[in-house]
């Protein structure tokens, strides 16, 4: 059974630092794409951040571009988002979204970040 786990949200304060992870387990081959999305109260989910496993390559949207960094870890079987220089309206639920080569994608179940003083 494939899972995706969050871990790493919690409260900060303005201009402060996260560091989200991702552990994925029971999918044998490389993801292709993996992703972070936020949601936030009254707003739909949207893509903060995504990467092509075997390129490398990444995208981010444009309201964190120079703030969040996306990588994988440990052989490509987790991902990771560090925040910084987190803002109030960075304040949403964050997923990690992972997508197979065959185009099945799976979620976490998402980690609260709070930005607040």
């Known amino acids: 059974q494939v899972q995706l786990v969050e871990s790493g949200g919690g409260l900060v304060q303005p201009g402060g630092s996260l560091k989200l992870s991702c552990t994925t387990s029971?999918?044998?081959?490389?993801?292709?794409?993996m992703r972070w999305y936020r949601q936030a109260p009254g707003k739909e989910r949207e893509v903060v951040a995504a990467?092509?496993?075997?390129?490398?390559?990444?995208t981010y949207a444009d309201s964190v571009k120079g703030r969040f960094t996306i990588s994988t870890e440990n052989d490509n079987k987790s991902l990771a988002l560090q925040m910084n220089d987190l803002i109030p309206a960075d304040t949403a639920v964050y997923y990690c979204?992972?997508?197979?080569?065959?185009?099945?994608?799976?979620w976490g179940q998402g980690t609260q970040v709070t930005v607040s003083s």
């Open positions: 979204n992972a997508l197979t080569g065959w185009g099945k994608d799976y």
């Open positions: 029971g999918y044998a081959f490389n993801w292709f794409y």
């Open positions: 990467l092509e496993v075997r390129s490398g390559r990444v």
